[in-house]
């Protein structure tokens, strides 16, 4: 398994770069964490969506009962909006059965960014240990998206990429390929092992939080292994698979 990350949110270098590789996308300042969060509290699918424009257009095709509509700009809630981008907003009674429109300022774009990829994942910490256990079933090369900062090397979301390496690498009797960028985000999260929230606060998107009054979001999004899910994307759509079917018993005689 060749293991790679991306720095910066970009577009795959060829048409089919991905065509047989997973990717997995991270914003856990906190759209990656808002997806999982929810996805765990039982929405029944996410999707995300570029712009606010685009999220008021997505919601006039469904019965506005079925949906809520979410997200932030510049970290806040948007106008006309349901709920913001804190992770801590989506529980249980809000979200059970629903369909989230969402839309975030680097999160939901990065996912339209690696739609080619042969599975596309949603990491974060609050599911970092469930996401490696997954790559290593899949057993294909990997590309880690950190989904950055308006375009910019994200400090945080590489050091959960590099949390994620470590897993792979550590728990997998696989033979792993890593080039220059795996191996420094694997160093980078070393630096940071077991005070995941230091890197947040050093990080620029961490200080813009803290800044906007939402320094909770820090710690809450630090929390390791909360939840085994792996959402996916595909054709569009944040969904958890279903797991597959028990094999036949041979019938009794
Ligand atoms: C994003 O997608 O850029 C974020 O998650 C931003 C935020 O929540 O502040």
Do not use: W
Not at 7 to 21: A, D, E, G, I, T
Not at 43 to 68: D, G, H, L, Y
Not at 81 to 102: C, H
Request: net charge negative; with cysteine.
């Amino acid at each position: 398994m060749h293991i790679d990350i991306q720095f910066v949110p970009s577009p795959p270098p060829k048409p089919n770069f991905l065509s047989n590789r997973v990717a997995v996308v991270i914003d856990v300042l906190r759209a990656t964490s808002t997806m999982v969060q929810a996805m765990a509290h039982g929405a029944s699918e996410i999707i995300p969506v570029a712009t606010v424009e685009e999220a008021f257009q997505m919601a006039k095709v469904f019965p506005r009962n079925s949906i809520i509509l979410c997200g932030e700009r510049e970290s806040k809630k948007i106008q006309g909006f349901d709920f913001g981008n804190s992770p801590k907003e989506y529980v249980t009674e809000r979200v059970k059965g629903k369909k989230i429109i969402l839309t975030t300022t680097n999160g939901t774009k990065a996912f339209h960014l690696v739609s080619s990829g042969k599975e596309i994942l949603v990491g974060s910490f609050f599911n970092i240990g469930a996401v490696a256990k997954r790559c290593l079933e899949l057993d294909r090369d990997l590309l880690i998206f950190p989904s950055g900062d308006e375009g910019n090397f994200s400090l945080e979301d590489t050091v959960c990429g590099g949390m994620l390496i470590q897993l792979i690498t550590e728990k997998g009797d696989n033979s792993f390929v890593l080039n220059d960028a795996s191996q420094c985000a694997q160093i980078l999260y070393q630096r940071f092992e077991g005070n995941v929230t230091e890197a947040f606060h050093l990080s620029h998107h961490g200080k813009e939080l803290i800044n906007r009054g939402f320094e909770e979001d820090l710690a809450y999004c630090a929390r390791i292994d909360i939840t085994d899910i792996v959402p996916e994307f595909k054709d569009g759509v944040i969904r958890v698979p279903l797991p597959p079917p028990p094999p036949q018993q041979p019938a009794c005689r």
